[in-house]
């Protein structure tokens, strides 16, 4: 499961940051929905430049045999040609020289600048680019020769083996039509509309002086073979002159290149009137540049691509200082975070949208993601509903059936104490729980009308990550704990166990019961020992003596042996295998189609796998069953509830109070779980139905109350994992672009096959019955460890036990001192400890009601940390967010010497830790 | 266990780059070993500048409360002060806005530069600084005073509470003496003799115009409280001006803070002589800045130090050839280099120099971490004995027996074949034996006499790693096969199966043997039905049937059941448990002692882990047994091999024969592994003694040979974990500044240890019988599973599974073609897949053939391979390196695009790969 924390950090970096110019054009083939947070599409009305994809031709082999070659290639970072190896290097942030710069700076400012140039191919480009005075004419005719020539690129066609281009080129002539054009990959990393920059550069002898032109196409034009991919030009750079020290012109050949790359450069240059406008932009460049100390960095180290881009946003505003135009965009990072802490009351607010996207709810299930999440949820639901089902019924005395609907652990010890509760007030249980419920329901429904659900604006981070946490906590839990059980129904044969040997008593002549008699009865010690007589008897294991007709008998026949070890061996092969090929996604092995196919299925995997295993060995494990008729477990009882049944009348009324205190639950587990589902970080367009869900709850409520149905609300762990299996991410990308988290399969038909699924389980008993329960609740852990490992909560738990130079550099921990934070985490660890001894006391009745009790906890921090603090380790409850608006956004006004560019990142809590090693 | 590969990086990386200046006041402690392979110490012969510490003061509060504070601090990498959460930021490369370090520039070449200045105190030297015509006398006395205030620095004790210097700093004179001097952590982690470097600035109201001053102090003097670390300094800096925009100041004291921390830098202003040589200085560094555009690159990402520093080399020798200055030292990288291949025929050419080592020897074991590697060791090697003495006495017909003596893989397979041939030609095998011992030790001493061990240079990195991967699978193969084995001796109860059921007969009155009839002796399925008549039976378990004068009875009395499972689950948690404890040092939590000592201690907490398991549970798994007695397993015969036995006397001489490819195994085996251990990169620095040691083999041959023990020599894996276990890393580092590898413990102790041990495991016994087989197989998977993922091979093998984006950036990818590396791969898996398979056939005779085989199979590739790729792909062998040497060191002339800074990196083909990801 990936971490929601870092989903933040993907989701609030990958393309926020960057210039809309880019951000359209890009690789994400995907169209940017316009979801209905986005209210204001002030984006669209600014016209966006196309990306641009430079290409880097170098002349090499002077004197004897000059030949252009392409050594490097930009669109979003450096590929560079490795030589040795004849394939692109992997793309990485490029990195300059700055003599390079400034020499390219002046060989530019001497240079023939042509902007809106109207030529229309290669040769009336090279023709007007060679007409410099400094040129005799016969240099002029050598040159526009030269720069006809085909250069040769290099293709990685599959990536294993290299194919070149022709490699005697020089006979083509330029405006033949390039036949590789379908074999570049590249090609399609490119969006359409692509424009592409080409810089020459190299030493040419027969030069007296160096030799500098820069070109803006007033059209983009195909300029023949030059671009490795056909795309049409816009930039043209040549770069070239005497032979010099070092590879000094493939050094400026790569600093125009870079400059061409950078964004900004890109939108002044296209936008530039003069050489002036040409060298300011180019001083811009260099005035923002950053610099790494030769003696601490090595220039030749290439640095991956950073998993976010730096914000375009602040440039472009100084731009606009500068120059007075017209940024292109907005800054989409402080809209961004204005919806962010806003997002659930916008939500709040808006109902009855919802209808518009019933179509593609279904319609974007057309995906074999949407199948496997399918299949893992279904199984995990109805494992879940047996597991809590038997946890009910054990609960209830039977009361409760084993169920194929969704219960929740918080519910799940309330409904214990009640029945307890009933049982030892001798009440009517089910009719008791019937007002129960319809209490509840109306509690429910007044919440729904008084729209009370905008209270989860006070369900902040801190609030939510206790309840996951201790619903997390309660999933391990019981996964162990029923694993651990198992060992108790199949005993491990220890030695000097007593439970050893079994006979088969046949019931033939001269054997009867009374035979089986213990001699030496005062002897303790030989309890099993016993007189046979004349017993007709054989050895046959238990099963094939019934089946011959005889009894099995003695104190061995009962029990399985090596069962216990292969259900443990089991359920850590189906948890560590599900957890190994989660990690699939991210390994550097195999192509990212099976990785992907690998982890998406990971968990249906691991089931297969066990099951696999047990199929082979053909142990009696344990194995999955569902009912196999569709009644009421409790023998006796109707399909609906009476009413009143053995109680009193009055009990109708006072079941208003233990109502107040589930309705509480109710509405937390409810709303919690919709909360983190909706968490902005998440993507979700279609958005969320804070109030339609309750009333949904509400009137289910009713209905199982009348049934005798558990009761049943959102599930956290098993909706984590639902969303968690419906990710969806970029898939063409530039060289070196992460992918992206686009968002979540948005869709209503996994939800229903899975309900479907589980109410025809009954049909299914005989495939189910191949599921080894170990192997479940190997997923279970799975879920429940996934599930834990999301929250910030237990990141910062971790730092607890980390040295502090050891600590990822969180900007959280750039903020807040780390005493400060240890504080918040303990204080939130107290509050889960006391938690869970209150689930597990008597005194848990009040469980709801401490619950509830975090959000004042939360509350009560307030006058233990800042608002500041508050603002990092958590998020603003609505009256601190409207205080710290009120009194501006600098936040650290208190201390003058705080760094300005932590301002930009102060309302990006979420953004990304960028945290780089050198391996 | 780590990498060697990975090794060889941290080992020509983390210093070798370094200028001697850094490296010797460095901050590794132990002083640095002028081993053997340090013939020529030119390094001696340049003094060495100090380590500098710099310091960053800023003014901040103007206009209402002026104060100084540290804000940042340098000495190999910057930490800054995080405001918010008061405490240091983690060490990372500096980077700087280029315009900071322009401003910079122009401040100092119109500010005051004193060299060589003879203030004594901070007050001499204020009033020197201040003595600047542009400033009032009143604005003077004003700057001096401030200047004089003390400012407030950062200190964190502990790591967890941060306690900050005086709040109110302004009553405290300068000169009182710093009562935290003591507190301060980073002092322990500066090299006496380092000095400090301090710069102030700030903003400054009062100022018409900026103030820059730059001085050298002529001797280092402690500044009172100035700096944080009470070190005399050496550098003063001080940048102070009127309010300008951004935070102009601040960026200025850290570009200059940055330029001190240059190791190029201080080497220069150290010796400039004028303003001149200043700026020169300075422009020299920006020449060399590696710059970073800012359309990819976020300004403030922080970049982790790098695991090795740049290679200050090339800048010192540019500056010489600049400044026609001597070089402060050589470089050190090609020196290694030109050490590495020829490393082995150095001490081959060398003996008798080991005397010297032998106090060492044993004072170097008194280590803790030489107690874990003997425990560990000594585990190993009893386990390794018992599984191939058990192995050998399979093989050898009970000839060889249950023994506590190392014997490898390939020895193994020889004298199994060796037994089969006598036995099927009816030979007497022990004399045969003999013979055949007394020939092997007479062809090691001829080789040892020619000094033959020279050959080992033949013994490229393809030859020891085909062998090694061959040692390691047959380590992970005899792991796994054993454990599996178990399954047979404890099989698993199947369903149906028909051992079931025991029953435990007394001798009593009215029972006798007779009365065990099977009746319907005919009927095949009933095999196990009994007439038991008047038995006198209990169903007691077997071992208290026995106990009780009874007799077990039945097929279930020998089944045992649980046990198979328990085993595997043991095989597996420790296995799994040595991994995970071993991969703790690079873990982030803990302190790193604690981390140390877990992955020192990783396979004998694993074992007792295991241990701990199993006796919990008390279930009868196999255990380690040790002989209890001292005397020769084949019964009937005596200590010493009689000579001839039944053989004809021709036999002695035909034994030459065998004998022969036995030399050639026992050679390639012993030599070998001792190639690999005494690779450059472990920094061995007693020598090896390839002569010296075989010589020891071959009387050990002889007289194994007489005794009838069986016959050993090195064994790789054990070896190779026990260097591992014997690492020694720095400790004190400079922040930021990575552990280096220092080398390895050397000493005899706990070899010699291990066998005393192994010697008195006989007396062991009741101690060792508490361990479980299983958990000693699953120790023997980790450290089969940790030689093979030691080579660079399995590595390449690894790059067959990688689609090429996902190819870490090897610099050996960057210039072979991954077609020839897979080629090479290719090559190399068939080597070894042809050894597996001769190994196990009956031409398994021919192995030692084989193995010598692949120097013949890596001398062929010559016809395959070009010498550059060989280079890169493996190591040269001599006649390569002389061919290439001859050629010169320029290694791709023949394509004139190669880049400049390969060149450099041409000659270090274990140089670190570097790979930067951003989390």
Redesign the interface.
């Known amino acids: 499961m990936k971490l929601p924390d870092q989903e933040a950090f993907d989701a609030s970096s990958t393309h926020e940051d960057v210039p809309a110019g880019e951000l359209e054009s890009g690789p994400s083939s995907d169209p940017r929905p316009d979801g209905p947070l986005d209210t204001d599409n002030k984006e669209l009305e600014v016209p966006k430049d196309p990306l641009l994809f430079i290409q880097l031709n170098?002349l090499?082999?002077w004197p004897q045999a000059l030949e252009w070659?392409e050594?490097g290639r930009w669109v979003?970072?450096e590929e560079k040609l490795?030589?040795?190896?004849?394939?692109w290097?992997?793309p990485h942030?490029?990195?300059?020289?700055?003599?390079s710069?400034q020499k390219l700076r002046s060989l530019l400012a001497e240079g023939l600048i042509l902007l809106d140039c109207p030529a229309q191919s290669l040769l009336e480009l090279v023709e007007q680019v060679t007409r410099v005075e400094s040129l005799s004419p016969e240099l002029r005719g050598q040159l526009q020769t030269l720069l006809l020539q085909r250069p040769q690129h290099h293709f990685?066609t599959t990536?294993?083996?290299?194919c070149w281009g022709p490699t005697h080129p020089r006979k083509a002539s330029y405006d033949e039509e390039a036949p590789l054009k379908e074999q570049n990959p590249l090609r399609q990393k490119l969006p359409p509309g692509a424009e592409a920059g080409a810089v020459l550069a190299g030493e040419l002898g027969f030069l007296a002086q160096p030799l500098g032109a820069f070109v803006r196409l007033r059209d983009p034009v195909v300029l023949g073979p030059l671009t490795e991919v056909p795309l049409p030009s816009r930039f043209f750079c040549l770069l070239l002159g005497p032979p010099m020290l070092?590879?000094g012109y493939h050094e400026m050949g790569r600093a125009a290149a870079?400059?061409l790359?950078?964004?900004?450069?890109q939108w002044s240059v296209r936008r530039a009137n003069s050489l002036h406008d040409l060298l300011a932009a180019l001083d811009a460049?260099?005035?923002?540049?950053?610099?790494?100390?030769?003696?601490?960095?090595?220039?030749?180290?290439?640095?991956?691509?950073?998993?976010?881009?730096?914000?375009?946003h602040k440039?472009f505003t100084l731009q606009v200082q500068v120059k007075g135009l017209l940024p292109p965009h907005r800054a989409p990072a402080e809209d961004r975070h204005r919806d962010g802490p806003q997002a659930p009351s916008v939500e709040l607010q808006r109902t009855g949208r919802k209808a518009s996207w019933y179509p593609s709810d279904f319609l974007d299930a057309l995906h074999p993601q949407c199948f496997s999440a399918m299949l893992y949820i279904y199984l995990a639901t109805i494992t879940n509903a047996i597991t809590f089902g038997g946890l009910l019924g054990d609960a209830t005395g039977g009361s409760q059936p084993l169920t194929i609907l969704s219960s929740t652990g918080p519910v799940l010890v309330f409904e214990r104490l009640l029945f307890s509760f009933s049982r030892d007030n001798s009440l009517d249980y089910l009719p008791f729980r019937l007002w129960v419920g319809i209490w509840v329901a109306t509690f429910c429904l007044v919440l729904v009308a008084t729209e009370a659900s905008v209270l989860v604006r006070y369900f902040t981070r801190f609030t939510e990550e206790g309840f996951c946490a201790l619903i997390s906590l309660i999933f391990i839990y019981d996964a162990v704990g029923k694993m651990l059980n198992l060992t108790h129904d199949y005993p491990?044969?220890?030695?000097?166990?007593?439970a050893?040997?079994?006979?088969?008593q046949y019931p033939g002549p001269g054997g009867n019961e009374s035979q089986w008699t213990r001699t030496r009865q005062n002897d303790r010690d030989?309890i099993?020992?016993?007189?046979?007589?004349?017993?007709?008897?054989?050895?046959?294991?238990p099963?094939?003596c019934v089946q011959r007709g005889g009894y099995p008998r003695?104190?061995?026949c009962h029990t399985?042996?090596?069962i216990?070890?292969?259900s443990?061996?089991l359920f850590?092969t189906s948890f560590l295998f599900a957890m190994a090929l989660k990690h699939v996604r991210t390994s550097?092995?195999?192509?990212?189609v099976v990785r992907k196919v690998l982890s998406d299925f990971s968990s249906v995997l691991a089931i297969l796998l066990g099951c696999a295993l047990d199929a082979y060995?053909?142990?009696?494990t344990p194995k999955l069953t569902v009912p196999r008729e569709f009644k009421p477990t409790l023998p006796g009882r109707g399909w609906l509830v009476s009413p009143f049944g053995a109680n009193p009348w009055w009990l109708s009324v006072v079941a208003a109070l233990p109502a107040l205190l589930l309705s509480i639950l109710i509405f937390m587990d409810q709303q919690i779980t919709a909360v983190i589902l909706n968490r902005p970080e998440y993507k979700l367009r279609k958005g969320a139905g804070f109030h339609l869900d309750l009333f949904c709850v509400a009137v289910l409520m009713l209905l199982t109350s009348v049934l005798g149905l558990p009761w049943y609300v959102s599930a956290t762990v098993i909706s984590l994992a639902h969303m968690d299996s419906l990710r969806k991410e970029s898939r063409a990308c530039s060289p070196g672009e992460p992918p992206s988290f686009l968002g979540i399969r948005e869709q209503r038909l996994t939800g229903l096959m899975v309900f479907i699924l589980t109410g025809v389980s009954i049909f299914l008993a005989p495939v189910l019955k191949f599921i080894p329960m170990p192997v479940l609740y190997g997923i279970f852990l799975y879920m429940g460890v996934a599930a834990l490992s999301s929250i910030q909560f237990i990141k910062r738990v971790?730092l607890l036990?980390?040295?502090?130079?050891?600590?990822?550099?969180l900007l959280l921990?750039?903020?807040?001192?780390?005493?400060r934070v240890?504080l918040f985490t303990a204080i939130q660890l107290a509050c889960l400890g006391l938690l869970w001894i209150i689930k597990s006391t008597p005194a848990a009745i009040i469980f709801p009601l401490m619950l509830l009790g975090l959000v004042g906890v939360r509350k009560a921090l307030e006058w233990v940390f800042s608002s500041?603090e508050l603002l990092w380790l958590d998020e603003l409850m609505p009256e601190e967010e409207r205080s710290i608006l009120d009194k501006g956004l600098e936040p650290?006004h208190s201390?003058?010497?705080?760094?300005?560019?932590?301002s930009e990142?102060m309302y990006q809590p979420k953004a990304p830790?960028?945290?780089?090693?050198?391996?």
């Open positions: 170098e090499l082999g070659k050594t979003l970072f490795e030589v040795g190896a004849g394939r290097s992997a942030v490029p990195t300059l020289a700055l003599p710069l990685s990536g294993t083996s290299p070092g590879r870079v400059l790359s950078d964004p900004q450069f460049f260099l005035e923002e540049v950053t610099v790494l100390p030769p003696g601490r960095w090595d220039p030749t180290a290439r640095i991956s691509p950073p998993k976010c881009l730096p914000s375009q440039r491990i044969q220890k030695h000097g166990s007593p050893y040997g079994c006979l088969c030989d099993f020992s016993m007189d046979l007589g004349l017993v007709n008897a054989s050895l046959l294991p099963p094939e003695g104190p061995g399985v042996p090596d216990a070890f292969f443990l061996l850590f550097r092995f195999f192509p990212s060995l053909g142990l009696p971790q036990l980390m040295p502090t130079k050891h600590q990822p550099d921990l750039r903020h807040v001192p780390l005493s240890h500041q650290e201390f003058s010497g705080s760094d300005s560019e932590d990142l830790e960028i945290n780089i090693s050198v391996n």
